[in-house]
């Protein structure tokens, strides 16, 4: 590989042009455009059935597209067989070959190359010691753990050195503790050998973790594409907002419109909020929506005195996780807000059912979303 | 105490009735394979006699010794001897396994287009499969000598399309048994292995496909080595019936078809020699099971390897 690695990270590696999947009458996949750059950590994120792994599929040349193109590293790849495609994929449930070693299944895709016996023996062996499998190369797919298998099946996939490695669910089905594990070593081996990686997932945290950009989808067709923190902390739609991570949403209505400034009124969270929005508005909207995430609102039994915005409730529910606490507040209103506070310190004023509360926040955190 | 020893009593119950429900297919086993088995083992350890049973008894009673056991070796001698019984034998197996390898051949391509299949067309595909056993197995061989006698209907078809301007002699000849044997045999071939190509995942397909293997070397890496169970059965419900068969060569074949199944025939109802006829029933047996047994032991031999 070269070493101008930054100079050509920034160029489009993998272009995806008008890609649409038609099953019969159902269109799986709606006519898709996505540029992913060479290097990258890129995961698309959405629930089942919303065309991801067909996309997935597409790339990999295991499904031909109703129509589009796609093309990796500037050649048109549309109509090249899986076995001539310089890809490589990973399967949801690995799919490794039963009759086979654990040696036997990574060195497969080298055997198809027709390289020589002892190359194919170091690249494994190399490529095992990468997974920390090398003790286990004799062993049968049945005779490993989920883990284990996970990881025979990425070195089989990554020995084959792809330009792009796709992966369908790559952890889904690991248990919590692993899986946070495997994403880090992920993330490493990704760093470690330079190559593109494609993540499908219905998990948001695993591609939070995991990407360094996140593309949302829904009904085949993307709806936010950026990093993590920005489908996370400026989602476009209030669907996206409530597709990754939890959020409070509420109806308001627009009193006035300022260049980069808009006046809201929103009862619940108690009246008149000027919000900073640099986007464009249709003049005929009144209605708007008004969201705010757990994480970004202060509960307390007690004013403090420093609060820009508070309004009073009570706790009409809350759920004790350890590491935090998430409360259900009923506003004056009637509507239920969720607020989320970490446990710092180990004896603590607790809040309980019933409570009156102060609910505070910063402005900024206010987030108004249109769709 | 008194509760400890009714549930001591129903654990023991439970124990007795599993005991009893394994015991019911032993017996059933034991009844009608081993002691079958056992008279004929018997008979062939004898001479023929012109009497009723016509072979000499196992045990003798005679004044000057008492009770004696009488075996002879002498069947088992003659059929190596008589190099038509080897002959015979030889042919039975080379015609089972010809017709063995016909029906894989056939039967793999169909099996494998069914399991492939969507699944309406699978159930249509399948009952098509099954449908001939409906017919009686005698009327199908009979019409295939309608089918393949000199003026039936397959010459006639031939001569009027021009191919052949001389009627095949086909009847009565090997050809016209292996054509009966690979149609009836056809359908325990395609079962077996459909049943073992239908759980075939197609993910290991594909990510062969992705590794860098071109269609046929798919099917030779994946498809087949994990058919192999599939193909071992099919081939032995195929070869066990082949190389004793009877009715097909009998209709089918000529004067000079020698098969097992025929020469049997002929030794126990025209030559009335059970001794002998029991003879070939057993040489039969071991040619097929000791194969068969070496064979499983060496699979469970492999399994330990793996363990």
Same mark, same amino acid.
């Given at each position: 590989m070269?070493?101008?690695?930054?100079?050509t990270k920034?160029?489009?590696?993998?272009?995806i042009?008008?890609?649409?999947?038609?099953?019969?009458?159902?269109?799986?996949?709606?006519k898709?455009?996505?540029?992913?750059?060479?290097g990258?950590?890129?995961?698309i994120?959405?629930?089942?059935?919303?065309?991801?792994?067909?996309l997935?599929?597409?790339?990999a040349g295991?499904a031909?597209?109703?129509?589009?193109?796609?093309v990796i590293?500037?050649?048109?790849?549309?109509?090249?067989?899986?076995?001539?495609?310089?890809?490589?994929?990973?399967?949801?449930?690995?799919a490794?070959?039963?009759?086979?070693?654990v040696?036997?299944?990574?060195?497969?895709?080298?055997?198809?190359?027709?390289?020589?016996?002892e190359e194919?023996?170091?690249?494994?062996?190399?490529?095992l010691?990468?997974?920390k499998?090398?003790?286990?190369?004799h062993?049968?797919?049945?005779?490993?753990? *989920?883990?284990?298998?996970?990881r025979?099946?990425?070195?089989?996939?990554?020995?084959?050195?792809?330009?792009?490695?796709l992966?369908d669910?790559?952890?889904?089905?690991?248990?919590k503790?692993?899986k946070?594990?495997?994403?880090?070593?992920?993330?490493?081996?990704q760093?470690?050998?330079?190559?593109?990686?494609?993540?499908?997932?219905?998990?948001?945290?695993?591609?939070?973790?995991?990407?360094?950009?996140?593309?949302?989808m829904?009904?085949?067709q993307f709806?936010?594409? *950026?990093?993590p923190?920005?489908?996370?902390?400026?989602?476009?739609s209030?669907?996206?907002?409530?597709?990754?991570?939890?959020?409070?949403?509420?109806?308001?209505?627009i009193?006035?419109?300022?260049?980069?400034?808009?006046?809201?009124?929103c009862?619940?969270l108690g009246?008149?909020?000027?919000?900073?929005?640099? *986007?464009?508005?249709?003049?005929?909207?009144?209605s708007?929506?008004l969201?705010i995430?757990?994480?970004?609102?202060?509960i307390?039994?007690?004013?403090?005195?420093?609060?820009?915005?508070y309004?009073?409730g009570?706790?009409?529910d809350?759920?004790?996780?350890g590491?935090?606490?998430?409360?259900?507040v009923?506003?004056s209103d009637?509507?239920?807000?969720?607020?989320?506070k970490?446990?710092?310190?180990?004896?603590?004023?607790?809040?309980?059912w019933?409570?009156?509360?102060?609910l505070s926040?910063?402005p900024?955190?206010?987030?108004?979303?249109t769709? | 105490?008194?509760?400890v020893?009714?549930s001591?009593?129903?654990?023991?119950r439970?124990?007795l009735?599993?005991k009893?429900?394994v015991f019911?297919p032993?017996l059933w086993?034991? #009844?009608?394979?081993?002691?079958?088995?056992? =008279?004929v083992?018997?008979i062939?350890?004898?001479?023929?006699?012109?009497a009723?049973?016509?072979?000499?008894p196992l045990?003798?009673?005679?004044?000057?010794t008492?009770?004696?056991?009488y075996?002879?070796?002498?069947?088992?001698l003659?059929?190596?001897?008589?190099?038509?019984?080897?002959?015979t034998?030889i042919n039975?197996?080379?015609?089972?396994?010809?017709?063995?390898c016909?029906c894989?051949?056939?039967?793999?391509?169909?099996?494998?287009g069914?399991?492939r299949?969507?699944?309406?067309?699978?159930?249509?595909?399948?009952?098509?499969?099954v449908?001939?056993?409906?017919?009686?197995?005698?009327?199908?061989?009979?019409?295939?000598?309608?089918?393949?006698?000199?003026?039936?209907?397959?010459?006639g078809? #031939?001569?009027w399309?021009?191919?052949?301007?001389?009627?095949?002699?086909l009847?009565?000849?090997?050809?016209?048994?292996?054509?009966?044997?690979?149609?009836?045999y056809?359908?325990f071939m =395609?079962?077996?292995?459909?049943?073992?190509?239908?759980k075939l995942?197609?993910?290991?397909?594909?990510?062969?496909?992705?590794?860098g293997?071109?269609?046929?070397k798919?099917?030779?890496?994946?498809?087949?080595?994990l058919?192999?169970?599939?193909?071992?059965?099919?081939?032995?419900l195929?070869?066990?019936?082949?190389i004793?068969?009877?009715?097909?060569?009998?209709?089918?074949?000529?004067?000079d078809?020698?098969?097992i199944?025929?020469l049997l025939?002929d030794?126990?109802?025209?030559?009335?020699?059970w001794?002998?006829?029991?003879?070939?029933?057993?040489?039969?047996?071991?040619l097929l099971?000791?194969?068969i047994?070496?064979f499983?032991?060496?699979q469970?031999?492999? #399994?330990?390897?793996?363990?």
């Open positions: 070269n070493n101008d690695n930054q100079t920034k160029q489009p590696f993998i272009e042009k008008g890609i649409s999947k038609h099953f019969g009458d159902f269109v799986a996949v709606n898709v455009d996505l540029t992913i750059f060479k990258e950590l890129f995961s994120l959405g629930a089942s059935g919303s065309g991801k792994t067909t997935l599929r597409v790339m295991l031909t597209p109703t129509e589009g193109s796609v590293d500037g050649i048109d790849m549309t109509h090249i067989p899986p076995y001539e495609r310089p890809v490589n994929i990973m399967f949801q449930n690995y490794l070959f039963p009759h086979m070693t040696f036997d299944n990574v060195a497969y895709g080298l055997k198809k190359e027709k390289m020589p016996k194919i023996k170091s690249k494994v062996a190399q490529m010691e990468l997974v499998l090398s003790e286990y190369s062993r049968k797919p049945d005779q490993l753990s *989920g883990g284990q298998s996970q025979v099946a990425l070195a089989r996939a990554l020995v084959k050195q792809p330009k792009v490695l992966l669910e790559p952890m889904a089905a690991l248990d503790k692993l946070q594990n495997t994403a880090f070593e992920l993330v490493n081996i760093e470690e050998l330079g190559v593109t990686f494609i993540i499908v997932t219905h998990d948001q945290e695993e591609a939070m973790t995991l990407s360094d950009r996140i593309a949302v829904e009904e085949g709806l936010q594409i *950026g990093p923190s920005e489908i996370y902390e400026n989602p476009r209030k669907f996206i907002a409530d597709f990754v991570g939890n959020i409070n949403m509420f109806a308001a209505t009193l006035s419109k300022q260049t980069n400034k808009i006046v809201v009124n009862p619940t009246g008149q909020h000027e919000i900073d929005f640099d *986007g464009s508005i249709a003049d005929d909207i009144e708007i929506t969201a995430r757990p994480e970004k609102i202060m307390d039994n007690q004013l403090s005195g420093s609060e820009n915005t309004i009073k009570i706790v009409e809350f759920g004790y996780f590491n935090l606490s998430i409360y259900r009923k506003t009637g509507n239920i807000i969720q607020v989320s970490q446990n710092r310190y180990r004896s603590e004023r607790v809040i309980s019933d409570d009156e509360v102060y926040w910063e900024s955190n206010l987030l108004l979303l769709e | 105490m008194s509760t020893l009714t001591m009593d129903a654990t023991f439970e124990r009735w599993k009893f429900i019911i032993y086993l034991l #009844l009608f394979f081993l002691t079958p088995f056992l =008279i083992l018997k062939s350890f004898a001479d023929p006699l012109v009723q049973p016509p072979f000499t045990f003798q009673k005679s004044v000057e008492g009770l004696s056991i075996t002879t070796f002498d069947n088992y003659y059929l190596f001897q008589d190099s038509l019984y080897l002959v034998y039975s197996v080379k015609l089972a396994f010809i017709s063995t016909f894989l051949m056939i039967g793999y391509p169909i099996a494998y069914i399991a299949s969507p699944q309406p067309t699978r159930n249509i595909l399948l009952l098509m499969v449908v001939p056993f409906w017919i009686s197995f005698l009327l199908r061989v009979y019409a295939w000598m309608g089918i393949l006698k000199t003026k039936g209907l397959l010459n078809f #031939l001569l399309t021009g191919i052949i301007d001389q009627p095949l002699e009847l009565y000849t090997d050809t016209a048994v292996y054509i009966g044997m690979i149609y009836s056809l359908p =395609i079962l077996p292995l459909y049943a073992n190509l239908e995942d197609i993910r290991l397909l594909e990510a062969a496909a992705d590794l293997a071109r269609p046929w798919v099917f030779k890496d994946i498809t087949f080595p058919s192999i169970p599939g193909v071992i059965a099919g081939c032995l195929v070869f066990i019936p082949a004793g068969e009877y009715v097909i060569p009998a209709l089918l074949g000529g004067a078809t020698l098969m199944g025929r025939f030794e126990f109802f025209l030559n009335r020699d001794p002998v006829a029991s003879a070939v029933a057993i040489v039969l047996l071991m099971v000791l194969p047994v070496y499983q032991k060496r469970n031999q492999e #399994l330990l390897e793996q363990q």
